[in-house]
Nanobody, 126 residues
Framework: QLQVVESGGGLVQAGGSLRLSCAAS????????IGWFRQAPGKEREGVAC????????SYVDSVKGRFTISRDNAKKTVNLQMDSLKAEDTAVYYC???????????????????WGQGTQVTVSS
């Protein structure tokens, strides 16, 4: 069964850091585009960062550029999201999702992702 499971969420003060992990089961992460998304209460889900299959090119939403870093560990079958300089507005449930495509992940719409994790809560206190 193909699935992804998130971990690493929690409560952190503004300015702090968290590292989220997306563990893949049943597939090789380098063969899939992996995206991190978030949804805050009362807001629509938004794409935060993604990493493409193959060459591992990355893309970020403007609000997290320079603060978040997405990376892939093929041997451990994980995709991590390092979040630094966290702000209160980063508070949300964070989801990872996988899409089987050779296209650059920046070209993939959220509805195209094949399967999603259950999410992990990130709360940043101001």
């Amino acid at each position: 069964q193909l699935q992804v499971v998130e971990s690493g969420g929690g409560l952190v003060q503004a300015g702090g850091s968290l590292r989220l992990s997306c563990a893949a089961s049943g597939f090789r992460v380098e063969h899939f585009g992996i995206g991190w998304f978030r949804q805050a209460p009362g807001k629509e889900r938004e794409g935060v960062a993604c990493i493409s299959s193959g060459d591992g090119s990355t893309s970020y939403v403007d609000s997290v550029k320079g603060r978040f870093t997405i990376s892939r560990d093929n041997a451990k079958k994980t995709v991590n999201l390092q979040m630094d300089s966290l702000k209160a507005e980063d508070t949300a449930v964070y989801y990872c999702a996988a899409v089987h495509t050779a296209r650059a992940c920046a070209q993939v719409q959220s509805y195209e992702y094949d399967f999603w994790g259950q999410g992990t809560q990130v709360t940043v206190s101001s």
